[in-house]
């Protein structure tokens, strides 16, 4: 009898003893926080409170331009330093509210992936709603957190490259697109 069931308990012996499921995930999941830690001080050190009033100032100078240009046709060239105003503005407009949600998603990010860590670490069985923790559930969560981590981290590059590109210079593209409306307006008509 003691044979028949020994290559079980061999078996059983074996699975306890070997790699926990999960563990091939280990090494990119702990790289992920690691680069989600590094965006988060490049973010958190760049000039976030810049957005708003470069938005509110280039805002008001793309609306002064508009009053000024009722009417007024002008060709592309012409219209070249309002185009790049007006995209100014649009990089800028959204600043405040991407970086509030940015925020909060390097929090819930950084948080999910900690825990993936360690359930898988500690050889977790069930989550914390009572789902069966396997390794079909490891691998769909390390691929779930690591695709919203990748998502994060190019949410990131995009603010701080809209936030750069917003800012640096405006003051004379402002003032380029005011002195183009006020020698447009101020061209005789022709008879």
């Not at 407009?93 to 509030?100: A, E, S």
């Not at 750069?164 to 697109?177: K, S």
């Amino acid at each position: 009898m003691i044979l028949r069931i020994l290559p079980f308990i061999i078996a059983l012996l074996a699975a306890g003893c070997g790699p926990k499921p999960g563990a091939e995930h280990l090494p990119e999941l702990q790289a992920t926080l690691a680069a989600i830690d590094s965006a988060e001080a490049v973010f958190l050190a760049a000039p976030l409170d810049a957005a708003e009033p470069a938005f509110a100032k280039a805002d008001s100078a793309l609306r002064a331009v508009e009053t000024m240009m009722v009417g007024l046709v002008v060709n592309p060239q012409q219209g070249a330093p309002f185009s790049r105003l007006d995209e100014r503005c649009r990089m800028l407009r959204r600043q405040p509210g991407r970086h509030r949600r940015i925020e909060q998603e390097i929090d819930r990010t950084r948080r999910q992936v900690g825990h993936l860590i360690e359930a898988i670490v500690d050889g977790a069985k069930v989550d914390a709603e009572g789902t069966i923790i396997d390794t079909a559930y490891l691998n769909k969560a390390a691929e779930d957190e690591l695709r919203i981590a990748e998502h994060l981290l190019e949410e990131i590059d995009i603010a701080l490259d809209f936030l750069q590109r917003g800012t640096t210079g405006l003051d004379a593209v402002i003032a380029r697109a005011d002195s183009t409306a006020r020698a447009l307006t101020t061209i005789p008509a022709q008879l």
